[in-house]
T-cell receptor, first 111, second 113 residues
Framework: SQQGEEDPQALSIQEGENATMNCSYKTSINNLQWYRQNSGRGLVHLILIRSNEREKHSGRLRVTLDTSKKSSSLLITASRAADTASYFC???????????FGGGTRVLVKP | DAGITQSPRHKVTETGTPVTLRCHQTENHRYMYWYRQDPGHGLRLIHYSYGVKDTDKGEVSDGYSVSRSKTEDFLLTLESATSSQTSVYFCATATSGIDNEQFFGPGTRLTVL
């Protein structure tokens, strides 16, 4: 079973709009990460947020983490056509040396 | 890019044949991982390695074996391929197990007929 579950499964927005996707997980974590996957490519690491952090920014990305609700959100501001991709959250387990990925959110940014 | 290559990039094989996929890294990362990606399942961990000759099972290890005889290479073997193993396989590496930011290869598309 997947540790992380993303919501929504798919998202379609216009260029310039913000895109928000959510991730829920089941067990305690040390950190949560977000990755992007362009069609036909491998995943690329976007951002890591530790369990003692509540919010983190990187460029146009904003990630929040609520450990009491076991959930995280990824916000992409002022989206561009190049942001079209699938986005995955990943959580580590107690051992910390492996990740469990969610099913992903497919984002389509229309020009 | 973290210098991760996978070979072959595409392979079509028949049920019952052995298949070996290779992951090669030039970054001297300690950890290496094999995942499979299927529609509706995201990425699922098959096996991983935390050092030369040190490997462990992941979520979906049945029907797969791995070997790591040197830091830069991690091999995934399907001893007797089945149609259920048709998938896209990704290799990933990480420098440490603490933060575990992973770097991914380009993937291998395997079709078992």
């Amino acid at each position: 079973s997947q540790q992380g579950e993303e919501d929504p499964q798919a998202l379609s927005i216009q260029e310039g709009e913000n895109a928000t996707m959510n991730c829920s997980y089941k067990t305690s974590i040390n950190n949560l990460q977000w990755y992007r996957q362009n069609s036909g490519r491998g995943l690329v690491h976007l951002i890591l947020i530790r369990s003692n952090e509540r919010e983190k920014h990187s460029g146009r990305l904003r990630v929040t983490l609520d450990t009491s609700k076991k959930s995280s959100s990824l916000l992409i501001t002022a989206s561009r056509a190049a942001d079209t991709a699938s986005y995955f959250c990943a959580t580590d387990g107690a051992a910390g040396n492996k990740l469990t990925f969610g099913g992903g959110t497919r984002v389509l940014v229309k020009p | 890019d973290a210098g991760i290559t996978q070979s072959p990039r595409h392979k079509v094989t028949e049920t019952g044949t052995p298949v070996t996929l290779r992951c090669h890294q030039t970054e001297n990362h300690r950890y290496m991982y094999w995942y499979r990606q299927d529609p509706g399942h995201g990425l699922r961990l098959i096996h991983y390695s935390y050092g030369v000759k040190d490997t462990d099972k992941g979520e979906v290890s049945d029907g797969y074996s791995v070997s790591r005889s040197k830091t830069e290479d991690f091999l995934l073997t399907l001893e007797s391929a089945t149609s259920s193993q048709t998938s896209v396989y990704f290799c990933a590496t990480a420098t440490s197990g603490i933060d575990n930011e992973q770097f991914f290869g380009p993937g291998t598309r395997l079709t078992v007929l």
